[in-house]
């Protein structure tokens, strides 16, 4: 039986202990009382949408960052994250061919599932940090401790970036004759903006085009609205089971925290608390799948979180690492595609990817763009659909991965080296990833 407490009967990972119960439970209390901060309507029309992507009539783009924090919180920050997902959607919808279904790892994605429970810097361990919604991020023991309150403030950041996000979709911003602009500031002076600059030209004549045959965006308004949807990992349990309600139109349970919801690689087993809590809400869902999977466990898993067998409610999101993707896909591949199970099939091609130079963790843009092409030659191969992206990255010109056409490289790494997590894609590499993802995206949808 299934409630949205039954998942404290489970064993469960990745949890932190707080110092007092008091203190959580008045915290919870709080929580549920708020209002949701998704709509279940909402939550609908990205399964639909993503039900498409399952059919192959469109591809799904996810992304944002590793983990979103309380000091990093603008609304600069959000408008270029909106502003390079819509980018990276327009090139892949043209070069495409295909609609493209927009999620963020935004407005939510606090939690941080960790490797090693300790952090020791100079011979002094502390607990590790866990993201904003857990503890602090400065190395510090006081710091560390986990403080129920920061879910409080995770949920109004939360709702405030949802709020803004609204504005941006349907207010303006997204105006495809604002193709041009979307362009982010720093990224004019190379050759990216030359090629982006070009498809905007092409957009903006077609839309001439439309304009004079009587489409335009007074009586077409998909031309100047778009859907943006939420995504996080569903880490922190008590925060979702807070966040969970019924939805009074339809009677059916939502996690009312965000659209999408995802299980990362390190909890995901089968008969443990996030794979049972996430069975029981109807959000479309993702999970992450690493090199160590067995191929039953994935279809355990999908009959487990999606056993009506629903078009658009399973994201399986590779994360392999850009060589053992090449051994490991093709036989799940080959199994997958003969059992009859509705998934979508995405590829993260940053977790798999991480090494450290000195102290920073970094990635090569090289190793990200040979796994993604490794996922998709694979699955054209197999005959089975890449659906998706998931990837972490931002707006701003960060240099947390190596590589790409603005060359950071391993000296100039600490000039803005900024995520409290992993390593981000900054907004040129993740521009010259998404043509690079719609020439493949095009290959695959012709075959
Ligand atoms: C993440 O997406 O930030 C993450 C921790 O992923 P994974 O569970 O795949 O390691
Ligand atoms: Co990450």
New binding site residues.
């Given amino acids: 039986m299934w409630s949205k407490s039954s998942w404290k009967e489970y064993p469960i990972r990745q949890q932190p202990i707080y110092p007092s119960q008091k203190d959580l439970n008045r915290v919870l209390t709080k929580l549920e009382k708020l209002p949701p901060l998704v709509f279940a309507g909402e939550v609908v029309k990205l399964q639909n949408a993503l039900a498409k992507v399952s059919r192959k009539e469109a591809f799904l783009l996810q992304g944002g960052d590793?983990?979103e924090s309380f000091g990093n919180f603008s609304a600069i920050n959000i408008r270029d994250m909106f502003k390079i997902l819509l980018q990276m959607a327009i090139v892949l919808t043209f070069a495409g061919g295909c609609p493209v279904v927009k999620v963020g790892?935004i407005a939510g994605q606090f939690a941080?599932?960790r490797s090693n429970d300790f952090e020791e810097i100079n011979g002094e361990k502390l607990p590790s940090y866990r993201g904003d919604i857990i503890n602090g991020f400065d190395f510090d023991k006081s710091a560390r401790i986990p403080d129920p309150n920061r879910m409080i403030e995770a949920y109004y950041q939360s709702a405030a970036t949802l709020n803004l996000l609204r504005g941006f979709a349907k207010g303006g911003l997204a105006d495809l004759r604002e193709v041009h602009r979307w362009n982010l500031r720093f990224l004019k002076k190379n050759k990216l903006h030359k090629q982006y600059a070009n498809m905007s030209e092409k957009i903006s004549q077609t839309l001439n085009f439309m304009e004079a045959c009587g489409i335009n965006i007074q009586n077409t308004p998909s031309l100047k609205e778009v859907d943006i949807y939420t995504s996080h990992?569903a880490l922190l349990l008590p925060y979702e089971e807070a966040l969970t309600r019924v939805d009074s139109l339809s009677g059916e349970i939502y996690d009312c925290s965000a659209h999408m919801l995802?299980i990362?690689?390190?909890?995901r087993s089968l008969d443990e608390a996030h794979v049972h809590f996430l069975s029981g809400v109807k959000n479309p869902l993702g999970i992450?799948i690493?090199p160590s999977v067995n191929i039953e466990d994935i279809i355990a898993l999908a009959n487990t979180l999606n056993p009506n067998n629903e078009e658009g409610r399973l994201n399986i999101?590779f994360?392999m690492g850009a060589e053992k993707i090449a051994c490991n896909l093709p036989k799940i591949f080959s199994k997958l595609k003969n059992e009859g199970l509705n998934l979508i099939y995405s590829i993260?091609p940053?977790?798999g990817n991480i090494t450290k130079v000195g102290n920073y963790k970094t990635r090569e843009f090289d190793k990200i763009i040979l796994e993604v092409k490794n996922f998709f030659e694979i699955a054209m191969s197999e005959g089975v659909y890449a659906g998706g992206v998931?990837l972490?990255m931002t707006g701003q010109d960060v240099t947390e991965c190596m590589g790409g056409s603005c060359n950071v490289t391993m000296q100039n790494l600490n000039k803005r080296y900024e995520t409290q997590?992993?390593p981000r894609l900054n907004a040129d590499q993740a521009l010259e990833l998404a043509f690079l993802i719609a020439d493949l995206l095009k290959r695959s949808r012709e075959c």
């Fill in positions: 590793c983990a790892r941080k599932p990992e995802w990362g690689e390190r909890t992450k690493g999101i994360r993260d940053m977790h998931h972490e997590c992993d």
